[in-house]
């Protein structure tokens, strides 16, 4: 009995030292080196007013839109922990992580950003690195990996979760006035993440969650609206009505910045759009 909790005490160390259980975020959420440090503990702080985070007027609507049987703190750092694996910094280059596991395919994914602000010009704020390297290795029957935070990741299905920085997601045009640690700041920061998780989902013509193209309005010719009822800014919009009533002690602007950002998201969904099987697909 002795040595067998022996082996169970000692089995973590061992694991630690070669870096399997290495993972140093709340949520198991790990930074690659390429993120600043100002940056980590933003993200990371960010992560943490989830767990303070009190729900009421939950509507099966609402329920709906994430596939979630609850709206909770609990049930939606789960849903992150289960589809962000790794945040990646703005000058992480998948080009040069990437790895060719088998064939030989050049691309350039894109499609997976979120794209905020139409007030002064168009900035990408994250990007699912993961799942659009995924679906281009799909598209061309190559599998590929990728190098991120000391590790040799296989991009093996949507949820492989490795989130990219983008341009606008500190530098806030929506907020100017708040500082990036407000809570207003963390909660628009917060829907940006539950955004990019759903695009760690779907399956068949449909994984990834893609954007539909936008055909009028200031987002027209971009792949930033949606034609899934649960997808990314349906989701994101949902979010964000139950962020503005949580964001206790919040001025006036920084309440209409996120009812803003709340239209914005809900603005994106076309006519016609339906619910999808959120289900991630994998290859083995
Ligand atoms: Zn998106």
């Known amino acids: 009995m002795l040595k067998r909790w022996g082996i169970l005490i000692i089995a973590p160390f061992l694991l630690s030292s070669c870096g399997l259980f290495n993972k140093d975020g709340i949520y198991n ?13 933003l993200l990371t702080q960010d992560l943490e007013v989830i767990e303070s985070l009190n729900f009421s007027g939950v509507s099966s609507d609402d329920l709906d839109k ?10 939606l750092g789960n849903f992150l922990k289960e589809r962000i694996r790794y945040i990646v910094g703005e000058s992480y280059d998948a080009d040069t992580k990437r790895t060719i596991v088998s064939s030989s395919y050049n691309y350039n994914p894109s499609v997976f950003a979120s794209f905020s602000s139409p007030f002064d010009r168009i900035v990408t704020v994250m990007t699912n690195t993961g ?4 679906l281009a290795g799909k598209k061309s029957n190559v599998l590929y ?21 983008g341009e606008g997601l500190f530098s806030s045009t929506k907020l100017k006035s708040s500082s990036s640690s407000s809570l207003a700041r963390r909660l628009l920061r917060l829907s940006t993440l539950f955004h990019e998780a759903r695009h760690s989902d779907g399956n068949g013509s449909n994984a990834g969650f893609p ?8 987002f027209a010719g971009y792949y930033a609206c ?22 206790s002690n919040c001025n006036e602007t920084e309440l ?18 339906v619910k999808r099987n959120s289900q ?3 290859v083995r």
């Open 211 to 218: 954007h539909t193209k936008c055909t009028y309005g200031d």
């Open 226 to 247: 949606e034609s899934n009822t649960n997808g990314p800014y349906n989701l994101e919009a949902m979010l964000l009505r139950h962020f503005y009533r949580a964001c």
């Open 66 to 75: 994430i596939d979630l049987p609850e709206l909770s703190s609990n049930s």
């Open 131 to 134: 799942s659009s390297v995924y």
């Open 256 to 273: 209409s910045a996120i009812q803003l950002a709340a239209s914005d998201a809900a603005s994106r969904l076309v006519y016609g759009a």
């Open 29 to 41: 959420i790990t930074f690659d080196s390429s993120v600043p440090d100002e940056q980590k503990e």
């Open 145 to 165: 990996s990728l190098d991120v935070a000391d590790e040799n990741i296989l991009i093996n299905t949507t949820r492989v979760g490795i989130i990219k920085i």
């Open 280 to 282: 991630p697909e994998f």
